[in-house]
């Protein structure tokens, strides 16, 4: 008995002598583990700056070097983007190119110095990460005193090179845009007016629009405009949206595309009658532009303005009104959504975006375009409220649009209307509203070129 006492004894202080240090290394790790948390904290401070920081630098586009990450689609990673076009659009002086790939992909571009001695011209290239080049994609002659041509090969099996050779080219820009995924490279040279704006930029005899008796011009447009004339001399208009992307439609099936179109053509012929201007019109027909064309053919003829026209959209229905904007970035969550439904692309597309508007705004006319806006928004608002009860004046405002992205003139986006807002989409429909708008744009451009004397 004595000794199964003695034997219990033992086993409990055996036990209790290993349970110690086991309790003592536990609460041992349970400090260290709250020390590390608390070493953890702090760093996680400064990476979080650092990465703020970062994403602050990489808003500058290098002139060197730049590398473009872009977030990968569910579904997609593994396989390699397609290059499914490359196009370009030039004069002597403005030259872009386009690259349009089926999905997003991460590339950098270089800048190569002339090599003499191999008698190798400056180059200008971008590697395409994990990319193929669809076939039908081929190498592009251009010659327009900028770039020579345009070179498109697949340098490493999951590598696509575009090299531009270059002739004279003073500055250049890289941007993209979405849906679909484009690298567009944007190369200025010295303004040569006479070039720009000579024989080579056809200006099309505008098609006729329906019948309506317009009002009369005022005697002060021709009198008032033609000290100014030597300014502005071109003005493209851009309806927006068309063919297979009809833009925001209403609750009664009005198109935006469709209104739009009659806007701009009305605006178009007053401006030709009353200004004498050579007038340049995106599209005359339901016909699809992408988004980067339309700046394009504007900087491509030398244009002095660029007057894009559109109508509002909202999941509130009781949303109406006009405003007038100019490219800057969005101010607010509203001004992001609208930018992002003209740009046929989300939010986060609309993000990236102003990531790179910084570097974008330095050649952007910035000042000249508020002031372009500021004179259309307060003239079409007088012209429309005068004759139409209940519109509002949702002034003039800043976003982040495609179309207006790299355009060299003032440019601003007219939203004449609400197409969501049914009094304002049978409005739309009303070929006398529609000449009224016109009017009004007109009277504000005609404002804003008078105050160039």
């Given amino acids: 008995m004595t000794k199964k006492l003695y034997m219990l004894i033992f086993i409990i202080f055996m036990a209790l002598v290993l349970q110690g240090p086991a309790c003592g290394e536990q609460s041992e790790q349970k400090t260290q583990n709250q ?64 690259i349009t790939l089926d999905r997003e992909a991460q590339f950098a571009f270089h800048r190569l110095p002339q090599n003499r001695e191999q008698n190798i011209p400056p180059r200008l290239y971008i590697d395409i990460d994990k990319a193929k080049i669809a076939p039908g994609v081929n190498d592009i002659r251009i010659g327009d005193g900028l770039l020579k041509t345009a070179r498109i090969g697949q340098y490493r099996p999951d590598t696509v090179r575009v090299v531009l050779d270059l002739d004279s080219m003073k500055d250049y820009k890289i941007f993209t845009f979405s849906e679909p995924f484009r690298i567009i490279i944007d190369a200025r040279g010295e303004r040569q007016t006479e070039i720009s704006r000579g024989k080579e930029a056809s200006i099309s005899p505008l098609p006729t629009i329906p019948a309506i008796k317009p009002a009369p011009l005022e005697e002060k447009t021709k009198e008032g405009v033609r000290p100014a004339i030597g300014k502005i001399r071109r003005i493209v208009v851009d309806a927006g949206h068309g063919g297979h992307d009809p833009g925001a439609q209403g609750a009664g099936g009005t198109r935006e595309k469709d209104v739009v179109l009659q806007i701009a053509l009305r605006l178009a012929h007053r401006l030709k009658e009353g200004l004498g201007l050579d007038i340049v019109l995106t599209r005359s027909t339901d016909v699809f532009l992408e988004l980067q064309e339309r700046t394009a053919i504007a900087n491509k003829v030398g244009a002095d303005l660029f007057v894009s026209i559109h109508a509002n959209a909202s999941l509130n229905r009781n949303s109406a009104g006009i405003e007038t904007y100019y490219l800057n970035l969005a101010k607010t969550e509203k001004v992001a959504q609208l930018a992002a439904k003209e740009n046929g692309t989300s939010l986060e597309k609309v993000s990236l975006l102003q990531a790179v508007l910084f570097d974008l705004m330095a050649n952007y006319k910035l000042n000249d375009s508020a002031h372009l806006a500021e004179d259309v928004q307060k003239a079409v608002y007088h ?37 969501s807002n ?7 429909n009303d070929p006398n509203y529609q000449e009224c708008t016109a009017e009004g744009i007109f009277d504000g451009i005609r404002e804003y070129i008078v105050s160039l004397k």
Wanted: hydrophobic residues 35%.
């Fill in 35 to 98: 020390d590390t948390e608390k070493t953890v904290k702090k760093p996680a401070k400064k990476v979080r700056k650092a990465l703020s920081a970062r994403k602050k630098s990489s808003a500058k586009v290098s002139s060197v070097r730049q590398k473009e990450k872009m977030p990968k689609k569910s579904g997609t990673a593994g396989v390699p983007a397609l290059v499914t076009e490359l196009r370009h659009w030039s004069n002597p002086d403005y030259t872009r190119i386009a």
């Fill in 383 to 419: 012209k429309v409220s005068a004759r139409y009860a209940g519109v509002k004046n949702l002034g003039v405002k800043q976003g982040p649009f495609y179309v207006l992205v790299g355009a060299t003139m003032p440019s601003i986006l007219v939203e004449t209307a609400f197409v």
């Fill in 422 to 428: 049914d009094r304002e989409e049978a409005r739309l």
